[in-house]
């Protein structure tokens, strides 16, 4: 028999293989006791117009920022962070400007800082983004079937601060490394 | 209307016990796909619950247009590839495979396609899954490339290597299927 009928048998043989097969344990009481939460989406109209969701908003002078100081570019991060804004929501929202702008700043610095990892930390810096970046997809995917979901916006917006965050990371963690060499 | 028809109407108006009686009828494909794509009694099991939940929560969305079971098995290979991505690496999947039941997958097979079912279960994972949805489950490259959010050319180049490897590991063991 060559490669290729062997291959090909090889196909056959995996349709055969079995289909259904059940847990050697009863899964249903973890089940059970999940669905049992009250956390199936049941948003009504009103209720969507009463709530509130924490947005990212403006606030452009206690967002992220860069200071550029002796030629050095130094992350400050303001201890209180991202500034939230209480607003009613509907269909839309929206990232505020000046984060928009801090993330693009820090977005196109981020191949820069990485050459300057070595190769495990970079691949690691690397898988971690991709992952945030991926539930940043999933959430947003989700939230175009349920727009008005708060639970899904207030995600979107945690997820949005880790990525941040793992980006601010990775520029202190650099300069940690020049200043080491430097010596 | 069949049994399975009105419990899921049942289910959509929450009733717990309706949808307790999908999942006795579902729990077996449910379960077994997911077992085929971690290769892990515990991962499947926690992947199958996963999928249930996903399913409840997703309930008002199934309109009907594709079979139930059909419909979970896409809400069970998203359970498997959120939680793939949740662990960091793939090193992490063999791991725990080595240190709880080995060749799990393997169990609802007998004779030679249990060799079979241990080389799929030794597979890199993005062959693997490939391989499972597409020589398994029957779901052709469009489906299962979808479902698994990649391009159906690669989904073709994963199946090759599939075969390949699986191939190679059977003829090194010795093994004819």
Same mark, same amino acid.
């Given at each position: 028999m060559n490669d290729i009928e062997r291959e090909d048998k090889l196909i056959a043989a995996a349709s055969t293989l079995a289909t259904e097969i059940s847990p050697e344990k009863d899964l249903w009481p973890g089940i059970a006791a999940a669905i049992a939460q009250p956390t199936r989406s049941r948003w009504t109209p009103v209720f969507a117009q009463a709530a509130a969701i924490v947005l990212l908003v403006g606030a452009s002078s206690s967002l992220t920022y860069f200071v550029v100081k002796d030629q050095q570019r130094v992350i400050e991060i303001v201890p209180s962070g991202l500034v +939230?804004? /209480? @607003?009613? +929501? %509907? %269909?839309?929202? @929206?990232?505020g400007v000046d984060y928009q702008e801090a993330r693009g700043d820090l977005v196109a610095q981020l191949d820069v800082e990485l050459a300057r990892l070595s190769p495990e930390a970079r691949e690691e810096v690397e898988l971690n983004l991709a992952m945030i970046r991926g539930a940043i997809a999933q959430i947003n995917e989700a939230l175009t079937d349920e727009p008005d979901n708060a639970l899904l916006q207030e995600l979107l917006v945690k997820t949005y601060r880790e990525e941040l965050a793992l980006m /601010?990371?990775? %520029? %202190?963690?650099? /300069?940690?490394?020049?200043?080491?060499?430097?010596? | 209307m069949t049994d399975e028809a009105a419990w899921i109407a049942q289910a959509q108006r929450s009733d717990a016990?309706?949808?307790? &009686?999908?999942?006795?009828?579902?729990?077996?494909?449910?379960?077994?796909?997911?077992?085929?794509?971690?290769?892990?009694v515990s991962e499947a099991e926690d992947c199958a619950q996963e999928a249930f939940i996903q399913a409840w929560n997703k309930l008002d969305k199934f309109r009907g247009e594709s079979a139930f079971s059909t419909w979970l098995h896409r809400i069970a290979v998203n359970a498997v590839l959120g939680r793939m991505r949740k662990a960091k690496r793939e090193q992490d999947r063999i791991r725990l495979a080595t240190e709880t039941v080995v060749a799990p997958a393997s169990v609802a097979d007998t004779g030679e396609l249990r060799d079979l079912s241990d080389a799929v279960d030794r597979l890199p994972e993005g062959a693997r899954h490939v391989f499972v949805l597409y020589a398994v489950y029957g779901y052709s490259h469009d489906e299962a490339s979808n479902?698994?959010?990649?391009? &159906?050319?690669?989904s073709k180049a994963q199946l090759h290597r599939a075969r390949r490897l699986l191939a190679q590991q059977l003829k090194q063991e010795g093994f004819e299927i």
């Open positions: +939230f804004e /209480q @607003a009613s +929501f %509907g %269909g839309r929202y @929206a990232l /601010q990371r990775v %520029g %202190g963690l650099t /300069q940690h490394v020049m200043s080491r060499k430097d010596i | 016990k309706a949808f307790e &009686s999908l999942y006795h009828l579902h729990i077996g494909k449910v379960y077994g796909i997911c077992l085929r794509m971690t290769g892990n479902m698994l959010g990649i391009a &159906s050319g690669t």
